[in-house]
């Protein structure tokens, strides 16, 4: 992959963690403007302190912003790895018992460190302030306000996530009310050999294999700027619109989703009896992508690229290849690709009026 382009995804990673912390901060400072202008009055132990304002915000802050980035840690670092075996019910529960813990110790300690800069107290009586403003109605408000801001902002994060950074903020924006013309690419990603997969497993447990599946592979492409569109059945479909300094994205993906299903290969084998094999094709073509379905809104993508990327999905098998991909899609890429890319077929793909020319990767660079 592009180093360049690895770099950019790294800024942008930060950036909007960053975005998000100061969004705590923020959220923080606007619970102690509400309670100094007065919609309720602050408890005796902050009662003393609203004459310096100023100190009070810098408190918040502090707090606000460790709270912040230790809520980021653990959703992205730690719940994940910690809980990848539970059930979704259990994974719930950690969270919301965490999260409680994430919120009440940094309070805490913030609090002792600000009572001994400010006050200069002794530690011993620093702690025991700190008690004392954990029983207090004001903490208890600021804990349930901060807890319900932590969940928002987990919502918010995990539906990104889902749909992708840019299929999230233009419908935020309302620009999927009418149909929108977009130039995308789009990889199917389909799982080998499904069907006996099921019968071996079980319909149950081929469930639960699909979802681990689909949690490695997700967790691969996190690194990359793309969307989620579906998952049908036993397959996943990305997408992403064409930019500048593509390298072959794409590739660089189905290879990271390789490494990943890899890593955990012991894990499928001891908990399945199997491993997952996946196969993918991509294309790119023009789309209209608008929102469908009435009451239950979702985004839906119109266009012959998405007929041609399943059609060329169906051949990997006849080719005894991991990966195909158009000539459109090479077409596409802004700069040289990091891969040989080797010209397998030139076909008329059933629908389509014109031939196709269909590589795939012969060596990586």
């Known amino acids: 992959m592009d180093r360049k382009k690895s770099y950019s995804q790294h800024f942008q990673s930060i950036a ?36 310096q304002p100023m100190l009070v915000h810098l408190r918040v802050s502090v707090g606000g912003g460790i709270i912040g980035a230790l809520i980021l840690f653990y959703e ?43 006050y200069k107290m002794t530690f011993a009586a620093a702690a ?69 997969i099921a019968e071996t497993l079980g319909h149950v447990k081929y469930s639960r294999f699909l979802n681990r599946c689909f949690d490695d592979i997700i967790h691969a492409v996190s690194q990359y700027d793309c969307d989620i569109y579906q998952f049908v059945g036993d397959e996943v479909v990305f ?62 993508y119109h266009g012959d690229v998405l007929n041609t990327t399943a059609r060329l999905l169906g051949l990997c098998k006849q080719y005894k290849r991991d990966i195909l991909f158009t000539h459109f899609y090479l077409k596409s890429l802004d700069r040289a690709p990091f891969f040989e890319p080797e010209h397998i077929a030139t076909l008329q793909l059933r629908g389509k009026a014109n031939e196709s020319n269909i590589y795939t990767v012969k060596k990586y660079a």
Do not use: C
């Open 76 to 118: 992205t670092s730690v719940h994940p790895r910690v809980t990848k075996n539970f059930s979704l019910l259990i994974k719930r529960l950690i969270w919301q018992i965490d999260v409680a813990l994430i919120i009440v110790v940094p309070i805490f300690i913030v609090f002792i460190l600000f009572e001994l800069v400010e």
């Open 128 to 196: 025991k302030t700190a008690f004392s403003f954990l029983t207090t109605g004001l903490f208890l408000s600021f804990f349930i306000y901060y807890y319900t801001l932590s969940i928002l902002v987990s919502f918010l994060r995990r539906l990104r996530q889902s749909f992708g950074q840019h299929v999230f903020y233009n419908y935020l924006m309302g620009k999927y009310a009418e149909p929108l013309e977009e130039k995308r690419s789009f990889m199917f990603l389909d799982l080998n050999d499904s069907t006996k």
């Open 16 to 51: 909007e963690n960053g975005i998000i912390i100061l969004f705590f901060v923020f959220g923080a400072n606007f619970f102690i403007f509400l309670k100094i202008v007065g919609i309720e009055n602050p408890s005796e132990v902050i009662d003393s302190r609203l004459s």
């Open 239 to 300: 997408t992403w619109p064409i930019s500048k300094n593509d390298q072959g994205k794409a590739v660089a993906m189905f290879q990271t989703i390789q490494s990943q299903l890899k890593l955990f290969a012991n894990h499928y084998q001891t908990k399945f009896g199997m491993q997952p094999v996946f196969k993918a094709a991509v294309s790119t073509g023009n789309v209209t992508a608008t929102l469908v379905g009435g009451k239950t809104k979702n985004i839906a």
